[in-house]
């Protein structure tokens, strides 16, 4: 199912490897599962004839960039989709990545399928299509830029009782193994030391036990507000399938509401959390 | 609530920052002001200091209800503290909400060092609200 852009994504990785601008370049190969895409790491020009894209191509490849080994190398290419680009650039507002340290090659996106053929859920909701921020755009302008609107996604669950949405996340929180792939997935969990993994004190058990569970899930989710790029690659590891992507729309939406934040293309953007306005609603303080 | 929680006295964990609200809350002492004696007062150098899981340790620690209070805006020792506090837990309790907390249990106040009969009004109301609502036995089972 290879497209132009798969030849257009391996020239440039010919000429950026061949020119010795770049150290390595991660982009997508034919995976063995499924026929889905995976990730793959190419220091040859030769090796480039591996590269493909296609929509199986669901990882977020940003997420080697927060491993310094993987930065250590020194230039990386990258093939990125719109909502990848998202996390990148949050990796660069961070100070986690520089500019220079990359060359983007954007593809735009008519959305990615997940191992079921189905189209992501977060595709429905892209606003990212024809990325805005690279090096190299590959591919023609794709028509439909979607509203990023959740409401219809998150009304299920709002009208629910208190009680009846504790038992619904108790049902999901139960199932967590805690092998914390969705934060190995997530290209801005990059903590070097994660707090699940801080013991004196401890503030989050780290036994697979609803309790520590709980917190978990709710303190990843909150830590990732107003900085998640929606890219699901959290929700996709998830080996047990916790909706991971219903608590990271409902702080989106949430932000959005209070602060009319969203996470962008600009890495001068200011993060809702970074920054305070003396008016800020506060209807819930006494 | 059940009949097995009759006489039932809700331990509450007040989080208050020291400028302000701890002053406010020993002023209401030094004035022989008399308040419910549910509440447990944690005191944090400013409402900026409290991270999100100081509030789900409290609850699975057995608290029955989460007071923080901190400067009014305008008035934090370190200038702007209580304003990023203002913005965390806007979007945090929304979050508690969507997961299944019932926001009655967490209280949010400002009261300045001046204020002792409003940490008491505060404390009295709250109190009284959480000992309707009953032990949190939701949380306390899944802390089991």
Not at chain 1, 24 to 35: A, D, E, L, Q, R
Request: glycine share 8%.
């Amino acid at each position: 199912m290879n497209d132009e852009r798969t030849l257009k994504i391996r020239e440039i990785a010919k000429e950026l490897l061949s020119k010795g601008e770049i150290a390595v370049f991660i982009g997508y190969g034919k995976g063995t599962y499924n026929g889905k895409a995976r990730p793959i790491f190419v220091r040859t020009p030769e090796e480039a004839d591996k590269l493909i894209f296609d929509s199986t191509c669901s990882n977020n490849l940003v997420t080697y960039l927060k491993f310094p080994v993987v930065r250590d190398e020194g230039v990386v290419g990258i093939v990125v989709k719109g909502c990848d680009a998202k996390a990148l650039v949050g990796l660069i507002r961070e100070s986690q990545l520089m500019r220079e340290q990359v060359r983007i090659v954007a593809v735009t996106c008519e959305g990615v399928v997940a191992d079921d053929g189905q189209l992501q859920l977060r595709c429905q909701y892209c606003d990212v299509a024809n990325p805005t921020f690279y090096d190299f755009l590959v591919g023609s302008p794709v028509e439909d830029q979607k509203p990023r609107d959740f409401s219809g996604l998150l009304e299920k669950y709002e009208t629910m009782s208190v009680e009846e949405r504790w038992e619904f996340w108790q049902s999901q929180f139960e199932k967590c193994i805690r092998c914390y792939a969705c934060r190995q997935a997530c290209p801005l969990c990059y903590c070097t030391r994660c707090i699940v993994e801080k013991n004196q004190p401890q503030w989050i058990e780290t036994s697979s036990h609803l309790r520590g569970n709980f917190a978990w899930n709710i303190i990843r989710a909150f830590h990732l507000a107003g900085r998640c790029a929606g890219c699901g690659a959290c929700e996709d590891a998830c080996p047990v399938d916790i909706p991971l992507m219903l608590l990271n729309y409902k702080l989106e939406k949430e932000i959005w509401d209070y602060f009319h934040y969203r996470v962008d293309l600009d890495p001068e953007s200011v993060p809702p959390f970074t920054t305070f306005k003396t008016d800020d609603r506060g209807e819930f303080i006494l | 609530m059940s009949e097995a929680d009759q006489g039932f006295e809700p331990h509450i964990v007040a989080f208050i920052c020291n400028w302000c609200t701890y002053a406010g809350a020993d002023l209401a002492g030094t004035s022989r002001m008399q308040y419910q004696p549910n509440v447990r007062v944690i005191r944090i150098p400013c409402t900026g200091r409290m991270d999100p899981l100081f509030v789900l340790k409290a609850f699975e620690r057995g608290a029955d209800g989460v007071l923080i209070s901190g400067c009014h805006p305008g008035d934090c020792h370190y200038g702007e503290g209580n304003y990023h506090a203002r913005r965390k837990f806007a979007i945090f309790r929304k979050l508690l909400e969507f997961v299944g907390i019932d926001l009655a249990r967490i209280q949010f106040s400002w009261i300045s060092a001046a204020e002792g009969g409003k940490w008491v009004s505060v404390i009295e109301d709250f109190t009284n609200r959480v000992r309707a609502l009953g032990p949190y036995r939701a949380y306390q089972e899944i802390s089991l």
